[in-house]
C-alpha cells in the first residue's frame, strides 16, 4: 500500500518559519519526483514546488521563490517542505504528492496570522 502522510503544520506569525514533513511508505520516494501543493479557502489546488528523481532539480511558484525550499532525506524516505519568512497569503491545506501514480497525502493545514 502506498501512502503519504504530511506533519508539521500549525500556526505561525507572519515573518515566521514551518518545516513540512511528507512521510513515504510502500514505494522508494527517491525514485519518483515529487510535489508539494497547497489549497486556500475558495481557491484551487496550486503548485509550490517540485522535486526531479533524475538529478533533484527543483522548481518553485513564482509566489514562495527564495522563501520555500523542497528537499529529500532518502535514509527517512521523507520529503521536506522548507517555509520561511512567511506571509498570510500562504495560508492553505499544504498536500504531498506523487505525479506518477497520482499519489496524494491528507493535507497539513498551515495559519498564518498574528
Known amino acids: 500500500q502506498v501512502q503519504l502522510v504530511e506533519s508539521g503544520g500549525g500556526l505561525v506569525q507572519p515573518g515566521g518559519s514551518l518545516r513540512l514533513s511528507c512521510a513515504a511508505s510502500?514505494?522508494?520516494?527517491?525514485?519518483?519526483?515529487m510535489s508539494w501543493y497547497r489549497q486556500a479557502p475558495g481557491k484551487e489546488r496550486e503548485l509550490v514546488a517540485h522535486?526531479?528523481?533524475?538529478?533533484?532539480?527543483?522548481n518553485y511558484a513564482d509566489s514562495v521563490k527564495g522563501r520555500f525550499t523542497i528537499s529529500r532525506d532518502n535514509a527517512k524516505n521523507t520529503v521536506y517542505l522548507q517555509m520561511n519568512s512567511l506571509k498570510p497569503e500562504d495560508t492553505a491545506v499544504y498536500y504531498c504528492?506523487?505525479?506518477?501514480?497520482?499519489?496524494w497525502g491528507q493535507g497539513t493545514l498551515v495559519t498564518v496570522s498574528s
Open positions: 504528492n506523487r505525479p506518477r501514480g497520482g499519489v
Open positions: 510502500g514505494f522508494t520516494c527517491s525514485n519518483y519526483a
Open positions: 522535486i526531479t528523481s533524475t538529478f533533484d532539480n527543483t
